[in-house]
DNA sequence: ATGCCTTTGTGAACGCGTGCACAAAGATGG
DNA sequence: CCATCTTTGTGCACGCGTTCACAAAGGCAT
């Protein structure tokens, strides 16, 4: 059982830390802006400042490039620009396929980002038979059975995923097959793939799940330091409390009644049962960047 | 001006780790969908397969919320999804308002996983008059001048931004001024906000160019591997074959102009098939889509 | 009851990422 | 050519997060 878990790789790829590759493109964002202001140089106060984060961890992230600044000065903003686009592999074309055309994937297609950045949407798959030859941001949507060809004449190595969850599992199994290498994934499931395929992922549900926990937990200290202040500021409005129905009692060993015990030994739940696990819910996919 | 940075001080808020709480929803996905299937109960083992991560990682992320599993049996799904799902806040009902109603916006006023997960979506903002009233995912598009009253009327306290970039930063103001403490924001910019509000963002662009820097780093290891094997000879470069020379010579602080200095970075790529990237300047940041 | 077997919960080691603080490098002015 | 000032590049320490490995806990069969 291949069950290729995500990206469980040697973290640091080529001496470059994962963490400092998902910043520089940041960086390159600033640092573009900067380049169309014909801004010649700028300090890494400065660029920290643009990207939002900390100067010293700013230099030591490009001193994993190379020495590209001059001390006392600061960095060159074009060259600089030039050297994180080649390190990031954006000297050069990805084409990339979308699959799923719906809400969200009409929306990535209309997307300007892309080739802005060196990417270039080569087709746009969907399974509907209806949705075939209709034009989504000036490309005709192509039938899912034609994926295969398409990522094999075009070259493509990155495939989007924007179906709904249950089709996401297939759809990526037919990507990789077809050659895909590294798969961007807007849809609410865990997608098993081989070893030396990148998955990255992005959930609005998750995204939302975890800001409420901060909010929950802000409210609560709020909630406390009130109390102890004794109503110094107005309460705030009462959130409207749907408060589910506690299951009381922790099941501590009882349920002996419906026992045949469905055997969790022997199963262990692998890939068979891990891709019917597809949305709980009729979740359609979801999130989407920008 | 209080450049507030993202979040990054309590790092651990109220004793569990931030990134035991950013999986906590990928675990009560795993759940909900066990508790559809009306299986009872599951091992750490069964259930960090499912959510594709590490059984032991699973068992410690548990083990902040309490101990809730049974030794030889495993956890029970139902009282489980429970608690969860109270640590997270869902057991509440978050009302949502989402600020730029484009292709994006639109998509995301559609999905279904809001509603199915404690988010109901309050309003829907957009700054174009021509919008006012249209519906959108059955709720009307209402105009950015009423975005104070629809926060304060309908305490909302978390806020989608999915705006072109460049209205991102004032919109987010407003939303905070108006009493947002969570953002979550899809436009490509990095958004400033005071102590106390939290920020996630999410961002195509960004993901796209990590998944182009592992694939460029696999192509050349590719092409080291193919290398050695066939004799070790020819740096015969596969696919896109990267391996470009360093262009422009690093601005070494020669030029006695301070000036501009155009810099040759635009850099063409002396070597074959490399495509420069498109336009050494045409890049535009990107209006989101929308 | 008793012993076996399964699975949890966690102590401890390890590695990555972050941020401080500073010496070295280089520009600039005299 | 030398002094001074600015900013880079990085050694070091600290803390979070991950993983291993195992003792304790509890079910289940005998």
Redesign the interface.
């Known amino acids: 059982m291949a069950?290729g878990?995500?990206h469980r790789l040697p973290t640091r790829?080529?001496g470059i830390p994962e963490a400092t590759?998902?910043r520089?493109?940041?960086y390159?964002?600033?640092l573009?802006?900067l380049?169309?202001r014909?801004v010649?140089t700028v300090s890494s106060e400065e660029l920290a400042?643009?990207?939002?984060v900390n100067s010293a961890k700013l230099r030591k992230d490009f001193s994993y490039l190379g020495s590209?600044g001059?001390r006392g000065?600061g960095y060159?903003?074009?060259?600089l620009?030039?050297q994180i686009?080649?390190?990031?592999?954006?000297?050069?074309?990805?084409p990339?396929v979308i699959v799923g055309i719906?809400?969200?994937g009409?929306?990535?297609a209309?997307?300007?980002?892309?080739?802005?950045?060196?990417?270039r949407v080569a087709a746009l798959i969907d399974a509907d038979p209806a949705m075939a030859g209709k034009p989504v941001a000036g490309i005709a949507v192509q039938h899912t059975d034609e994926l295969e060809s398409i990522i094999s004449d075009n070259?493509v190595?990155?495939g989007v995923i924007a179906t709904p969850a249950g089709a996401a599992q297939q759809v990526c199994e037919r990507l990789v097959a077809a050659g895909v290498?590294?798969?961007?994934n807007f849809a609410?499931t865990?997608l098993?793939v081989p070893d030396?395929v990148?998955v990255?992922k992005?959930?609005?549900?998750?995204?939302?799940?975890?800001?409420?926990?901060?909010?929950?937990?802000?409210a609560g200290e709020e909630a406390a330091q009130d109390a102890a202040q004794a109503g110094a500021t107005a309460p705030?409005?009462?959130?409207?409390?749907?408060?589910?129905p506690?299951?009381a009692a922790?099941?501590?060993?009882a349920?002996a009644t419906?026992g045949p015990a469905?055997a969790?030994a022997t199963a262990?739940?692998?890939s068979a049962?891990?891709r019917d696990?597809?949305?709980?819910?009729?979740?359609?996919?979801?999130?989407?960047?920008?």
């Open positions: 069950t878990r995500t790829s080529r590759v998902a520089l493109p940041l390159l964002r600033a573009t802006a380049s169309e014909s010649p400042a643009a990207a939002g590209y001059t000065v060159d903003v074009e060259y620009v030039y686009s080649r390190e990031l592999g954006l000297t050069q074309d990805w990339v719906g809400n969200l009409a929306a990535l209309n997307y300007g980002g892309f080739a802005s950045r060196g990417f070259g190595s990155i290498t590294s798969i961007l609410p865990v098993s030396g990148d990255r992005v959930d609005l549900s998750i995204e939302l799940q975890i800001l409420a926990f901060h909010e929950q937990r802000k705030a409005p009462a959130r409207p409390g749907r408060v589910l506690d299951p922790r099941p501590t060993t349920g419906t469905p969790a262990p739940v692998t049962d891990v696990n597809q949305g709980p819910d009729g979740d359609v996919p979801a999130v989407m960047p920008a």
